[in-house]
C-alpha cells in the first residue's frame, strides 16, 4: 500500500489505485494486478477521475502496492501519459521495481518504432527498390563468401606448413560418416540408375536395330556423367546438410566464439577437417558408383536383353572407358570441394535465430547441387572443345 501524507486531500481509493492531490501535482499509486485481464476496469475507473478536467501541472504513477504488471498493463500506462503530455500536463513514472519497469521500456521501444509509410509506391519504385536490396545481399554474400575463402586458403596454408596441426581423428570421423556409411546407397543408386537407363536406351535403339549399343550408352553415360554426379548430390544432400547443420548448432550456441576466446582456430577444428575428408570420400564413392553402374549394365544385358556376356565384355572394352572413367574422375574433387566450403560457409554465417539453423542447412543443400550441375556443365564445354 501507498503511505498518504495527511496534509494531502485524498481522491479516491480504489482497487486498483489510491489517488490523491497536492496542490496542482496529481499522484497514483498503483495497486494489485494491472494485466491484461484486468484492463477493462482500468480504464473504466481511470476514466471516471476526470483527470482532464483537473487543474493540474503534472501526473506522478507510484509503483505503491503494484504486484504484477505485464504488456497490457504498461500499454495502459503509457497511452495515458500520452494523454496527459497531448494536454499540457507532465507526467512521470517513479518507484517501479525492475521487472515491472521492463514492460514500460518494451512499451516505448515499440512506439518508437518508424511508421511505415501510408503512400503507395508504384511498380517500377517497388521494382527499383526490390532490385536494390537484391544488389546489395548479394554483394553482402559476395563479401562474405570472400572472407570465408581468403581465411580457409590461409589456414591451409599453415596447415600444409605444420602438417602436426592437421586433426587426424576427425578427419577419419568424416571419412567415416561421409564416405563409408554412405556406400550402401550409393552402391544401390548407381545399380539402380544403370539399370533403368539400359532399359530405356534398349527400347529405343531397339527399334533401329541397335539394341547392341545399349551398352555403349549407359557405360559411357555412367562413366562420364550420372556415376560422379548423382554421388555428389547424395553426398550433398546426406554430408553438406549434416556439415551445415553441426556447425550451424555451434555458432548459434557460441560454441565458435568460444574455440577463438580459448585460442583454438576454428577453421583447422571444424572446416579443413571436413574438407579434406570429402576429397577423399567422393572420388572413392565415384568410382565405386562407376563399379556399381557398369555391373548394373552386364546385369540386364545379360539377363534381361539377351546379350552373351563376352560380347558385353567386347563392348565394354572397346569404348575405351579408361578415358571416360578418368573424364568423370577429374571433376569428383571439384564437386567435393564446392559441397564441404557451400556447407561449411552455410554453417558459419547462421543467425542468432532458432529458425537460422534449418534455413541454412536448406540453402547449403540447394546451392551445392545448383554449384555441382554448373561445375559440371563448366567441364562438359571444356572436354567437348579438347575432343574427350
Known sequence: MVDVPEQLRMICDTDFFRCWQDGENLNIGLKRDWVLSEVGRLEQELAQLNISQRSLNSVAFFCGGLRNLDLSGAMLLYRTAENLKAQGMAADFSGFKAEHFKFIKQVLHIESQPALPT???????????????????????????????????????????????????????????????????????????????????????SRFGAQIFT????????????GVLLTAIMIAGRSGSAFAAEIGVMQL???VDAMTTMGIRPFEVLVIPRLLALLISVPLLSFIADIAGLLGTLAVATSLLDIPFNLVIERFLSLQISTHFLVGMIK???FALVIALTACYRGFYVSKSADAVGRNTTRAVVE????????????????????W
Not at 602436426?164 to 554412405?182: C, D, K, M, P, Y
Not at 555403349?216 to 550420372?226: G, K, N, P, T
Not at 551445392?368 to 575432343?387: K, R
Open 119 to 205: 503512400s503507395g509506391d508504384s511498380f517500377y519504385q517497388r521494382l527499383v527498390k526490390k532490385t536494390e536490396r537484391l544488389l546489395l545481399k548479394l554483394n553482402n554474400s559476395f563479401n562474405q563468401r570472400l572472407q570465408f575463402i581468403s581465411t580457409l586458403c590461409a589456414e591451409s596454408f599453415a596447415t600444409l606448413k605444420q602438417p602436426s596441426r592437421l586433426r587426424w581423428i576427425a578427419t577419419t570421423r568424416h571419412i567415416e560418416e561421409a564416405g563409408v556409411n554412405a556406400l550402401p546407397v550409393v552402391i544401390m543408386m548407381a545399380f539402380l540408375i544403370a539399370v533403368v537407363l539400359a532399359f530405356q536406351g534398349q527400347n529405343q535403339l
Open 215 to 226: 551398352i555403349d550408352l549407359v557405360a559411357i553415360s555412367v562413366l562420364r556423367e550420372m
Open 253 to 255: 550456441n557460441e560454441e
Open 332 to 334: 569428383a574433387p571439384f
Open 368 to 387: 551445392s547441387i545448383f554449384l555441382i550441375i554448373m561445375v559440371d556443365a563448366v567441364f562438359s564445354v571444356i572436354f567437348a572443345q579438347l575432343n
